[in-house]
């Protein structure tokens, strides 16, 4: 089924609104940077330094949690609310990709208990905020495997994503059950038996097996409680990102700390291999 390019009403609504709109829903759709307006805005950079598409590795849920002497799940808890508020400082700055990881591969170390609570949470974020999610304009997506999960869970979430797929004002993709060496064997493994021959494989035919393959690569990745790594996140495609790395447990990690990131990036030059104010040179294989 083919989308047109609808806005709810109540998007564009707040498609008119200042950023003062931020109180009105919980997940507050900014809308395109077009149309934005300056009064109340938070520190923003200049445009075009705005990162297109920003991806997170929201971590200190956990640690978060013990320092209270509060179980890992209140950490998680909370940890999922501050998505929606840094779902909604990422609308409303113009930001169009925003990433969150979710849910490792490599979470499945963990306790049955905790596990079966994200689980929970997950299922209580589709119920709750699909239809607020839809109202504001975002379109919600799933990298990551889902198999083997609660068939409920796996309708649910894919009824969340059949029913924003149309929206377009922000893409939100939750990286849940994803790791980055299994999305590029799997990636493969549909490469090989798509019957490509290994000549005609380049860098776009891998791309296009990705579960990634309708989204940029992100200009700039985020990693919130201090450590300084990638953990297996978006492999293929961190390759030129930025990195950000704040103390900060994820939980605490608010919008200053999200406009600070993208302050950052502006400030970072991105040469992706090559030389400023140079014209790149053919590759030898080429000449
Ligand atoms: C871990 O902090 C963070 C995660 C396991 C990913 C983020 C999870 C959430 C925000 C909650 C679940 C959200 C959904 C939508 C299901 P940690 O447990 O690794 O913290 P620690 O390093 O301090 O132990």
């Not at 950000?244 to 991105?270: H, I, K, N, Q, S």
Request: charge should be neutral; hydrophobic fraction near 40%; charged fraction near 25%.
């Amino acid at each position: 089924m083919k989308c047109e390019h609808r806005l709810s009403p109540a998007a564009r609504c707040l498609s008119r609104v200042s950023l003062g709109c931020a109180s009105v829903g919980r997940w507050v759709m900014q809308p395109s940077s077009d149309d934005m307006v300056t009064a109340a805005s938070p520190p923003q950079p200049h445009r075009s330094e705005i990162p297109r598409h920003v991806a997170v590795i929201m971590d200190g849920n956990g640690r978060w949690a013990a320092q209270r002497g509060l179980p890992r799940l209140a950490g998680h808890q909370h940890g999922t609310d501050n998505i929606r508020r840094i779902t909604t400082a990422a609308a409303q700055i113009g930001i169009k990709y925003l990433t969150l990881w979710a849910f490792s591969t490599d979470n499945w170390r963990r306790p049955r208990e905790e596990i079966d609570g994200i689980l929970h949470i997950l299922a209580g974020v589709i119920e709750r905020e699909t239809e607020e999610l839809d109202r504001q304009g975002a379109q919600l997506r799933h990298i990551g495997s889902l198999e083997g999960l609660d068939p409920q869970l796996q309708a649910a979430v894919h009824a969340a994503i059949d029913r924003t797929r149309c929206n377009n004002r922000l893409i939100l993709t939750l990286a849940f059950n994803y790791g980055g060496r299994q999305e590029l064997l799997a990636a493969i493994k549909s490469l090989v038996a798509s019957g490509i021959p290994a000549a005609a494989v380049d860098e776009d035919t891998l791309q296009a097996h990705l579960f990634t393959r309708d989204l940029p690569d992100p200009d700039l990745i985020v990693r919130t409680s201090g450590e300084h790594r990638i953990s297996n996140f978006l492999l293929w495609q961190c390759a030129y990102s930025e990195l950000f790395f704040r103390p900060t447990l994820w939980p605490d990690f608010g919008p200053d700390d999200l406009f600070e990131a993208v302050r950052e990036f502006g400030r970072r030059e991105r040469r992706f291999g090559g030389v400023p104010n140079h014209e790149p040179t053919s590759p030898l294989v080429n000449r």
